[in-house]
Each structure stands twice: as structure tokens, then as C-alpha cells.
């Protein structure tokens, strides 16, 4: 019986702290296998050059090369071990999340806060960081995605009213290169659930506004909603569409994780479903797990259209792939095609045709 390759992890921080807590936190499970430590960018970049690694957890700020220049070098010298990032609860720690991202990095987890939790350090790193890794690493398996035919939709005739997207792992890039070429104004407002923490959430809306032109901030309870307006969920806190005095508006709430995440896609695409019918669009990007793959068989119910990314562009295809494995999606493609179908069909309403 052939035994399991082992994911091999290079440790990447100034810290001896974190670097023991990062040991301690994956030290024992089987499917890993650490392999060294680095205290900087570039101890970490030479050692990976001249060795197999297949992910190192990579520190932002570090003496003599921080995490953002070993992933500039990284990419220079044709490293191909992917990087997540760990990251401050910081504003400055969220937006070097974002550009670290856009550097190559893959995905990130926040370092521990002290709280009122029982969970040690170590357990809330393993517990934030071990899905991930195992999730990325299973979708280095060759993808077998079933030929499906799409439900046939008349693209001409269709009138949208609401955008709500769902994404995870590999997400911000994903949605920074989709609201690149939307620059454009959507004449409906655009909802995104990214699973992300608190304060980064807020970060990656600022950064969406600046490459798309828009308005784009954190959703806020009771808020009302306008077109060419992006709003994204709270991190640590659920999303979706109500009514108030007749008029739609976003709901804020915590209540329970649910599809294992907070905020939960499928809250948002449902009660979207539920208020828009058949003007619904959403888009599911990138991300571990099935979030959105439930209000997505919804929005399709209900008349609505649903996009996925493709397999071959994204980083981890569970979300969009259980949505493909129900064939409840009429478009698959790589985030600027995803975009260009957008562009394409917002101008139905201003013009009556497709462009």
C-alpha cells in the first residue's frame, strides 16, 4: 500500500514565538511534515530554491526581506511553493495582506488575538490554517469536472437588478481582477460575501473601490441599496437582503457559523433569490467547501442566473465545483471573462441589445 505523500511546510517568521506556535499548531498531523523554519524572507527563499517545499507559512514583516519581497523573489525565481500569509489584525497588517495576495500568496491567516476563547494559540492556528492547507493541497489532484450543459439562457432578453458574489480561498485577486474591468457603471448594486475576518473585510472593500471607481465599503445593518454600489460582508458577521418600508436593504446579523464560515454566502444568494426572482445574478469564485452552492439552486429556482469560475482558474474550485456538480450555473469562466458577461449584461438595460 502506497503511503500518503505528506505536505512539506517551511516556517517563515522573525518570531520564535509564532515559529513555535506554527510548530506546535501542525507539529502532529500526519498529512504534514515540516521541514525547517526561516527567521526571514530570505533564508526562506534560498531554501526553497534548492529543495522541494510545498508551502511555507510566510510572515509579512521581517528583517532583511519581508514576505512581500520573498514573494517578488519567489516569483523571479520560478518557486512554485505556495504561500500563506500570516497576518496582523491590522488595518496596515490587512492592506500587506492584500498586496502580498496580489504578489503570488494564495491565502493568509490572521494571528491569534488574545479573547475569551479556551482555544490556545496554537489550537486557533491550527484550527484557521490546517483546512486550508489540506484544502489546497487536494486540489492538486488532477480537477474531474463532469461535462454538463448549462441551462440555456437568452442573454439579450435578461434584466438584472441585484450582483451577489460568493468567494473564499484565492477570492480578493479573483474579485480585484473581475472589478478591474468594471470600471464601467452597473446600473444595480453588487453584493460580495468573502470570507475573510474583521478589519479585512474593510480593507479589501476600500481596495475594490479603487480599481473599480465605486462606492464600496462594509455593508451596514439597515443600509439601503444603490446601483453601481458595492457592499461587503462584515467579517465575523452574516449578510443578506430584506425589505424596509418596501425598499431593499442589507441585513446584518452574527448568529452561527454556517457552511463552517461567518459570513455565510448562502444567506445572501437566498434572500436575494427571495426579493429579486428572476433579476438575480450571482457569481461564485474561488474557495474551499460548498458556501453558495445552496443559494445558488435557489437563485436558479427562482429564475435567476448564477456564474462560476472555472476550474482552471481557480485556486480551490469547492465552492464553485459543488455548484457545477448540481448544474446550477449558466456561465463558467476565469474572473475577466466573468467580468466581460457582467459588462455584457448590464448593458441590456441601457441599451436594449447585447453588446
Known amino acids: 500500500m502506497n503511503t500518503p505523500k505528506k505536505i512539506k511546510i517551511l516556517i517563515v517568521d522573525d518570531s520564535v514565538l509564532f515559529r513555535s506556535q506554527i ?48 514573494l517578488k523573489e519567489m516569483k523571479v525565481r520560478g518557486i512554485k511553493t505556495k504561500a500563506i500569509m500570516f497576518s496582523a489584525q ?19 491567516v490572521a494571528k491569534p488575538l488574545p479573547d475569551e476563547s479556551k482555544l490556545a494559540p496554537a489550537d486557533k492556528i ?10 489546497l493541497f487536494s486540489a492538486d489532484t488532477p480537477r474531474i469536472v463532469k461535462k454538463s450543459t448549462p441551462r440555456p439562457v437568452v442573454w439579450e432578453s435578461f434584466i438584472p437588478k441585484v450582483l451577489v458574489i460568493a468567494s473564499s480561498t484565492g477570492g480578493p485577486t479573483a474579485l480585484e481582477t473581475f ?41 451596514v ?7 453601481n454600489q458595492i457592499y461587503v460582508a462584515p467579517g465575523g458577521y452574516h449578510m443578506k437582503i430584506g425589505l424596509q418600508a418596501g425598499a431593499p436593504c442589507i441585513e446584518i446579523f452574527q448568529g452561527e457559523q454556517r457552511n463552517f464560515v461567518r459570513p455565510c454566502a448562502d444567506y445572501l444568494f437566498e434572500t436575494a433569490a427571495q426579493i429579486y426572482g428572476r433579476h438575480t445574478v450571482g457569481i461564485v469564485f474561488t474557495g474551499m467547501g460548498r458556501d453558495g452552492a445552496t443559494g445558488a439552486s435557489e437563485i436558479k429556482k ?3 442566473i448564477v456564474l462560476i469560475q472555472s476550474a482552471e482558474s481557480c485556486v480551490v474550485f469547492g465552492m464553485p465545483g459543488a455548484v457545477h456538480a448540481e448544474e446550477n450555473f449558466d456561465y463558467a469562466g476565469n474572473p475577466s471573462e466573468l467580468a466581460h458577461k457582467t459588462q455584457t449584461i448590464s448593458r441590456v438595460i441601457k441599451s436594449g441589445h447585447v453588446a
Open 179 to 219: 472589478f478591474s474591468s468594471l470600471t464601467m457603471p452597473l446600473p444595480f448594486p453588487i453584493l460580495i460575501t468573502q470570507h475573510m475576518p474583521p478589519v479585512f473585510t474593510a480593507s479589501l472593500a476600500e481596495r475594490l473601490g479603487t480599481v473599480s471607481g465605486k462606492i464600496a465599503h462594509e455593508g
Open 302 to 304: 427562482n429564475g435567476g
Open 23 to 70: 510548530q506546535l499548531a501542525l507539529g502532529t498531523c500526519p498529512e504534514i511534515e515540516i521541514i525547517g523554519v526561516a527567521s526571514n524572507g530570505k533564508i526562506a527563499v534560498d531554501k526553497m530554491a534548492c529543495q522541494e517545499i510545498d508551502a511555507c507559512i510566510l510572515d509579512i514583516e521581517m528583517p532583511v526581506m519581508d514576505g512581500i519581497a520573498a
Open 221 to 227: 445593518n439597515g443600509e439601503e441599496l444603490k446601483a
Open 90 to 108: 491590522s488595518k496596515a497588517g490587512a492592506e500587506k495582506t492584500l498586496e502580498a495576495m496580489r504578489c503570488g500568496a494564495v491565502d493568509f
Open 126 to 135: 491550527r484550527e484557521a490554517l490546517l483546512p486550508k492547507l489540506l484544502s
